[in-house]
């Protein structure tokens, strides 16, 4: 039986790619169970797709003709997966060697915990407060764009977006997931569907989020001793761009209360 599916989305990130897949390897290794790893490239024109097959034969290598988007893209693997717990990953993040085997500990120990985040951290060791996030809710939106959000960050009232009055070495039960490491229990996911891929990128992990805590599962964030975090790479403006965009969108509303045709979430 196959323990672990991790699936990672690349764009024109070969370097990144390349460096996150090391790492990858070196936390399957430690896992020590079976493991299945995705990439799906979207068209990438930077030698991604060339390198994987050179560099990482034993990773099962999707590649797209044009860019359907970060939905689609995960979906596709997904659909393939077969892990008992399947986690996306971003394609410019480390992980350490213990973090998958943690984190596969920790959901084992929580039948009833349907998906998981880590502790991430920029290059610099710094901790990224995307690691835990609330629902996005017109009010909570409201509070961050006005600066009250920033001007109290540990209220319970106006510190909601990012959670700000829970401790970062502690485990919580949390309402929103990063998509830049979202580890999912594959029946959880059967219950509440894949990705939606209405959205090309952004806000598809916190609709997710948002459908798994409605279906009764629960989501949190685990942060054992700091070797078990992700530590997003960050040695350039463009990387530290990619960590720090997981904001995602401001106010989230359920597409079950919108028109049809109607936008699900209002972005920055």
């Not at 700000?164 to 509440?192: C, N, P, W």
């Amino acid at each position: 039986m196959v323990k672990l599916s991790v699936v990672i989305v690349n764009y024109n990130v070969c370097y990144f790619l390349e460096q996150t897949l090391l790492s990858v390897r070196t936390a399957v290794a430690a896992l020590g169970q079976l493991t299945e790893v995705f990439v799906v490239d979207n068209n990438s024109a930077d030698n991604s797709v060339a390198m994987v097959r050179a560099r990482f034969p034993e990773v099962i290598l999707l590649a797209n003709q044009d860019n359907p988007g970060f939905s689609k893209a995960n979906n596709q693997a997904l659909r393939r997966a077969t892990g008992q717990y399947q986690l996306l990953l971003n394609p410019d993040t480390l992980v350490e060697e213990s973090t998958f085997r943690r984190c596969c500990d920790f959901m084992d120990a929580h039948p009833r915990c349907g998906g998981l985040g880590v502790q991430m951290l920029d290059g610099q060791g710094r901790f990224l407060p995307e690691s835990k996030r609330g629902l996005p809710t017109p009010a909570v939106a409201f509070y961050k764009i006005f600066g009250l959000a920033s001007l109290f960050p540990k209220s319970r009232t106006f510190g909601r977006y990012h959670l700000g009055f829970l401790a970062k070495d502690q485990a919580h039960e949390i309402e929103v997931l990063s998509g830049a490491f979202m580890l999912l229990r594959k029946t959880a996911l059967d219950q509440v569907g894949l990705l939606d891929e209405d959205y090309f990128m952004y806000g598809e992990d916190i609709d997710l989020s948002y459908r798994l805590t409605r279906a009764a599962g629960k989501t949190g964030i685990f942060r054992a001793p700091a070797f078990c975090t992700t530590r997003a790479r960050a040695p350039s403006a463009r990387a530290l761009t990619t960590c720090l965009c997981f904001t995602g969108p401001w106010s989230f509303l359920p597409k079950s209360t919108l028109p049809r045709t109607g936008p699900a979430c209002f972005r920055r």
